[in-house]
């Protein structure tokens, strides 16, 4: 269809070029990156830059000349000509920029929606929020989160995958997928070495993350963390206000076939609240880990003494500096008795 508008281009061309002169083939270059594959895109390339240099031309030579603007025209058609081949070229998906930019979003947004933790019960509430790198949009920190029927028990993984950005984040997507049919299907020790394992199999010598995975009785407020690697979780003691930083160590996933864990326990009394976090919201450049967590639980605190709970993970969050790894914050709360 394409070579055919651009062969009716040509013919009004050859009547009139002051109607379609040589600027205006650059529209169905344009139109067919949109559009079309590389293969077809290089056919109508060829074939619109063929026919529209040669009328200009021959409409040049019939008026006795070719004009300073006129070449400057068709020397700007072919190289837009060959930046749209290029382009196209380094599509890895060999999808046309249109298709390949609507698959990339359908995938975030998958991504997004695996990670909605499920409504709770009364007295139990979840908060989270992430930030890509560089605020592309995607990101290879992912949240998978699961309610049994009974809504008694309640399973969550957060999971910061290698790297940053659509790289991190298609890699985040195959990962979620799997630890999504096996969360609640397995123990926690269980599900983290079939984690270990999977990425284990991946053929990227880079195919590592960290996780840290909490799995809580709704009834009573006993919960487990099993970490992998992953930043230490904070814990907000109503008590005494404070937030203190929870003990669960373990290796990370991918590292090695048999990786140490050393989980903590404990219960979340009414006003109590847990603190899930990734790499990108303590690490800086050049500065120790701890600082950045210690910063944490003081931005923690002071933010909860300005207005409590209430979007306490999106306000941490904006607290964060710019950086250029992803970021995200997990809360769960338990509510205390009303005033």
Not at 178 to 190: E, H, K, Y
Not at 298 to 308: F, I, Q
Request: a negative charge; one cysteine or more; glycine letters at 10%.
């Amino acid at each position: 269809m394409l070579l055919v508008l651009v062969s009716g281009c040509f013919v009004l061309t050859a009547w009139s070029y002051d109607v379609v002169p040589v600027s205006a083939y650059f529209v169905w270059l344009l139109v067919g990156m949109l559009l079309l594959r590389f293969v077809p895109l290089l056919v109508l390339t060829a074939w619109t830059v063929t026919g529209a240099l040669a009328l200009a031309i021959l409409d040049g030579v019939g008026d006795g000349g070719l004009i300073s603007a006129r070449i400057s025209s068709m020397v700007a058609l072919v190289v837009a000509a060959l930046l749209v081949l290029l382009q196209s070229s380094r599509q890895r998906s060999g999808l046309p920029t249109l298709l390949g930019e609507s698959v990339l979003s359908d995938l975030r947004d998958r991504l997004q929606r695996q990670g909605t933790v499920p409504p709770l019960p009364p007295g139990w509430h979840s908060q989270s929020a992430m930030l890509a790198a560089d605020f592309v949009g995607y990101a290879g920190d992912f949240l998978v989160a699961r309610l049994d029927e009974e809504q008694q028990r309640l399973e969550m993984i957060l999971v910061d995958v290698v790297g940053k950005g659509v790289a991190a984040g298609t890699a985040a997507l195959q990962f979620a997928g799997a630890l999504g049919g096996l969360l609640g299907a397995l123990p926690p020790d269980r599900l983290m070495a079939a984690a270990n394992d999977f990425l284990l199999r991946q053929e990227s010598d880079e195919a590592f993350a960290t996780a840290v995975h909490l799995l809580v009785d709704l009834r009573t407020g006993d919960y487990g963390i099993l970490s992998a690697g992953h930043p230490p979780a904070l814990r907000h003691e109503a008590a005494s206000g404070a937030w203190v930083v929870d003990r669960a160590r373990g290796t990370a996933l991918g590292v090695t076939a048999h990786g140490e864990a050393e989980p903590s326990r404990g219960r979340l009394a009414p006003g109590d609240a847990l603190m899930f976090y990734t790499d990108g919201v303590v690490e800086r450049p050049g500065e120790d880990i701890d600082d950045g967590i210690e910063w944490l639980r003081t931005t923690a605190t002071d933010v909860h003494a300005e207005s409590g709970m209430q979007s306490l993970a999106r306000r941490v969050l904006r607290r964060v500096e710019r950086g250029d790894d992803d970021r995200a914050v997990l809360v769960l709360h338990r509510s205390g008795p009303s005033r």
